[in-house]
T-cell receptor
Framework: AQSVTQPDIHITVSEGASLELRCNYS??????LFWYVQSPGQGLQLLLK??????LVQGIKGFEAEFKRSQSSFNLRKPSVHWSDAAEYFC????????????FGAGTRLAVHP | EPEVTQTPSHQVTQMGQEVILRCVPI?????FYWYRQILGQKVEFLVS????????KSEIFDDQFSVERPDGSNFTLKIRSTKLEDSAMYFC?????????????FGSGTQLSVL
C-alpha cells in the first residue's frame, strides 16, 4: 500500500540550529516526492520536489532534501533555522507522469525558540 | 504569485445540512483538486477534476459529495447532507497545462465545522 510516514509530530529547535525532518515512504513505483509547508492561516506551499537525477534537491527558503532509495526516505534539512520557519511541514508522494493524487504524511509541526 | 482563493475561510453548519465550499483556481489552470484534513490527521485526497469531469476520486468521495465548475472560474465542492465526521479543513488545489501533480497550487483552506 502507498503511504508516507513522518515519525516526528512536533519538533522544537533553537533559532540558528540545524534542522532535519524525517519522511519515509512506501510506494510501488518510482515516485515523485514533495515537501510542502503550511504557515498558520495559509495554504500548502511547495518547498521542493524530487523527480529524478541528483538525489539532493534544493528548494525555497534555504531548504534541501535528500532522496535515499535504499532507505525509502526523503528527509528535509536546513542548516540554520529562522524564527519564520515555524510552521507545519508535510511530506508527500505522487505517481510520476500524471495528474494523480498526492499521498501526504501526517505532518511535523516545527516550533522555533529564540 | 498567482493564488488559489477559497471561500469562506470558516463554515459552521448543522448536521444534515448541505454546504457548498467555493474555490477560484488560478485562471489558466486546467486541473482541479479537493483535499481535506481532519484535525490531527493526514491531508487526504478527495477528488480530481479535468475537462468538466471527475478524473479520479477516493473512497471518501461518496454519493454525498459532488464537484462542479459552474461558470468557468469557480470550482465547488458540495456536501449534500453533512455528518459530524465531515468536520475538517478542506483544501482546493489547481495545476496548469503540462504540470499535473508536479506543481499544485493550494488555497488556504475552508475550515468546516459540523455541529
Amino acid at each position: 500500500a502507498q503511504s508516507v510516514t513522518q515519525p516526528d509530530i512536533h519538533i522544537t529547535v533553537s533559532e540558528g540550529a540545524s534542522l532535519e525532518l524525517r519522511c519515509n515512504y512506501s510506494y510501488g513505483a518510482t515516485p515523485y516526492l514533495f515537501w510542502y509547508v503550511q504557515s498558520p492561516g495559509q495554504g500548502l506551499q511547495l518547498l521542493l520536489k524530487y523527480f529524478s537525477g541528483d538525489t539532493l534537491v534544493q528548494g525555497i527558503k534555504g531548504f534541501e532534501a535528500e532522496f535515499k532509495r535504499s532507505q525509502s526516505s526523503f528527509n528535509l534539512r536546513k542548516p540554520s533555522v529562522h524564527w519564520s520557519d515555524a510552521a507545519e511541514y508535510f511530506c508527500a508522494v505522487g505517481a510520476q507522469g500524471g495528474y494523480n493524487k498526492l499521498i501526504f504524511g501526517a505532518g511535523t509541526r516545527l516550533a522555533v525558540h529564540p | 504569485e498567482p493564488e488559489v482563493t477559497q471561500t469562506p475561510s470558516h463554515q459552521v453548519t448543522q448536521m444534515g445540512q448541505e454546504v457548498i465550499l467555493r474555490c477560484v483556481p488560478i485562471s489558466n489552470h486546467l486541473y482541479f483538486y479537493w483535499y481535506r484534513q481532519i484535525l490531527g490527521q493526514k491531508v487526504e485526497f478527495l477528488v480530481s477534476f479535468y475537462n468538466n469531469e471527475i478524473s479520479e476520486k477516493s473512497e471518501i468521495f461518496d454519493d454525498q459529495f459532488s464537484v462542479e465548475r459552474p461558470d468557468g472560474s469557480n470550482f465547488t465542492l458540495k456536501i449534500r447532507s453533512t455528518k459530524l465526521e465531515d468536520s475538517a479543513m478542506y483544501f482546493c488545489a489547481s495545476s496548469g497545462p503540462g504540470q499535473g501533480n508536479e506543481k499544485l497550487f493550494f488555497g488556504s483552506g475552508t475550515q468546516l465545522s459540523v455541529l
